[in-house]
């Protein structure tokens, strides 16, 4: 952002820094509009659906921390959105326009947002660009985040992709109480939770394969990459 857009900076001096934000100065993250938007045709497929359906299976763990206890700045409203009203869809492309000071950077898909996220009052969507084989969970959590949180914090979209992407078994043996968050889900699963040994998918919109580990949950699948 800040080698395309040419802004004045300080040098890179924590003191300077710091000084800087005495007199009122904003770090640039404040002062530039990002915008994502979805270009081309919008598909509904079993690789969105696998997604969403994994987002609302661990929603209760993902904006929690480690002892369980939500984190700050939520919006709850919004997390209840994710939960009854989201969907996912392939596109062709994500484009994303930065605009600071008047000044607005456009960047095609191959430098840009894997996915965006689109609102409003009655529905949350999702849109995935439909060329990448494997999703990546930084630019889905970043995307979550910047929903759900009303000031996000740098490390948030890390720890939710690591939350998205992991295995239940590894996020449990890093202290994560797996269990007691999603104990109400569970309980309304009648028919037993499959893991699906490891295969490769056709994607038909542009003949590429992925891998993934397929959880088959009430009639629902969740999709774990690896």
């Given at each position: 952002?800040?080698?395309?857009?040419?802004?004045?900076?300080?040098?890179?001096?924590?003191?300077?820094?710091?000084?800087?934000?005495?007199?009122?100065?904003?770090?640039?993250?404040?002062?530039?509009?990002?915008?994502?938007?979805?270009?081309?045709?919008?598909?509904?497929?079993?690789?969105?659906?696998?997604?969403?359906?994994?987002?609302?299976?661990?929603?209760?763990?993902?904006?929690?921390?480690?002892?369980?206890?939500?984190?700050?700045?939520?919006?709850?409203?919004h997390v209840?959105?994710?939960?009854?009203?989201?969907?996912?869809?392939?596109?062709?492309?994500?484009?994303?326009?930065?605009?600071?000071?008047?000044?607005?950077?456009?960047?095609?898909?191959?430098?840009?947002?894997?996915?965006?996220?689109?609102?409003?009052?009655?529905?949350?969507?999702?849109?995935?660009?439909?060329?990448?084989?494997?999703?990546?969970?930084?630019?889905?959590?970043?995307?979550?985040?910047?929903?759900?949180?009303?000031?996000?914090?740098?490390?948030?979209?890390?720890?939710?992709?690591?939350?998205?992407?992991?295995p239940l078994?590894?996020?449990?043996?890093?202290?994560?109480?797996?269990?007691?968050?999603?104990?109400?889900?569970?309980?309304?699963?009648?028919?037993?939770?499959?893991?699906?040994?490891?295969?490769?998918?056709?994607?038909?919109?542009?003949?590429?394969?992925?891998?993934?580990?397929?959880?088959?949950?009430?009639?629902?699948?969740?999709?774990?990459?690896?």
């Amino acid at each position: 952002c800040a080698i395309d857009l040419q802004p004045f900076l300080p040098p890179n001096e924590p003191e300077l820094t710091k000084l800087y934000e005495k007199f009122g100065a904003l770090w640039l993250s404040e002062c530039v509009k990002r915008t994502l938007v979805h270009k081309g045709n919008i598909a509904v497929s079993d690789r969105g659906n696998k997604l969403r359906d994994l987002i609302q299976y661990r929603l209760d763990m993902l904006f929690v921390n480690n002892r369980g206890e939500k984190m700050e700045n939520l919006d709850e409203k919004h997390v209840e959105m994710l939960r009854t009203n989201l969907s996912a869809y392939e596109v062709d492309s994500i484009q994303c326009q930065l605009t600071f000071q008047k000044k607005t950077i456009t960047f095609d898909s191959n430098n840009s947002s894997s996915c965006a996220l689109e609102y409003d009052k009655n529905k949350v969507v999702l849109y995935v660009q439909k060329h990448i084989c494997a999703f990546d969970y930084i630019d889905i959590a970043s995307e979550l985040a910047r929903f759900v949180f009303k000031k996000p914090f740098d490390t948030v979209a890390h720890t939710i992709g690591d939350k998205l992407a992991s295995p239940l078994q590894t996020l449990k043996r890093r202290g994560i109480p797996v269990d007691r968050l999603l104990r109400h889900k569970k309980q309304n699963i009648h028919s037993t939770i499959q893991m699906i040994e490891q295969k490769p998918i056709l994607n038909h919109n542009n003949n590429h394969y992925y891998h993934e580990n397929d959880v088959k949950i009430n009639g629902h699948v969740a999709t774990n990459h690896r």
